[in-house]
């Protein structure tokens, strides 16, 4: 005789799921979320939930469509030198007149020296951190910064598909006046208007 509250059948996947229904994942009456998000090594957001930020190393066996992926012109290589651009505040002035702030995990920074592009990220709001990288003699970072460059800043805006060149005012946080990239550098990048 089975008692209130229990299921009349011995062929359960899992004995202790109270339900009998497992979830994708092997949640016992889960939603699938505890295994979905972005498989794609290519991504920005690879083997991390939706919504969080990379670093990311979960077990990813369901992708849910929420890959982010850097934009065409904002394709670089890691080095092994690294400074790095603290963005307080970003805006987008309009054409027609009026300015747009940047949209969440759409709109992204890239970082240029000449025509080269040393480092991106996505806009994640104020105090947005973007790592730029130097030449470290290797073949991968050719043409990459060196002490003394003052790399250029664009945005792409990722509702209309447009880079956007910007205007911007630097500061050190390493100490003293801003004298341009140089490794390990901190900056503070106080407005930027593209």
């Known amino acids: 005789e089975v008692p209130d509250g229990w299921i009349a059948n011995n062929d359960d996947v899992d004995d202790n799921c109270f339900s009998n229904i497992i979830d994708e994942c092997g949640v016992c009456n889960g939603d699938d979320s505890s ?16 919504g969080e930020i990379p670093p990311c190393n979960n077990d990813i066996t369901i992708d849910d469509g929420t890959c982010i992926y850097y934009p065409d012109e904002f394709q670089f290589n890691q080095s092994q030198m690294q400074a790095f651009y603290i963005v307080e505040s970003a805006e987008i002035q309009q054409i027609e007149g009026g300015i ?17 592009c040393v480092g991106a990220y996505p806009w994640l709001g104020n105090g947005t951190t973007i790592p730029t990288m130097g030449d470290d003699g290797t073949s991968l970072t050719e043409n990459y910064l060196l002490t003394g460059d003052y790399p250029t800043f664009h945005i792409y805006d990722g509702s209309k598909g447009e880079y956007i060149n910007t205007e911007i005012i630097v500061t050190s946080i390493t100490g003293g006046e801003y004298t341009g990239w140089t490794n390990f550098g901190f900056y503070l990048i106080e407005e930027m208007l593209g």
């Open 35 to 50: 295994c979905t998000g972005c498989m794609d090594d290519e991504a920005f957001n690879s083997d991390c939930y939706n």
């Open 100 to 116: 747009d702030a940047l949209e969440l995990f759409t709109d992204w920074i890239g970082v240029f020296k000449n025509s080269v």
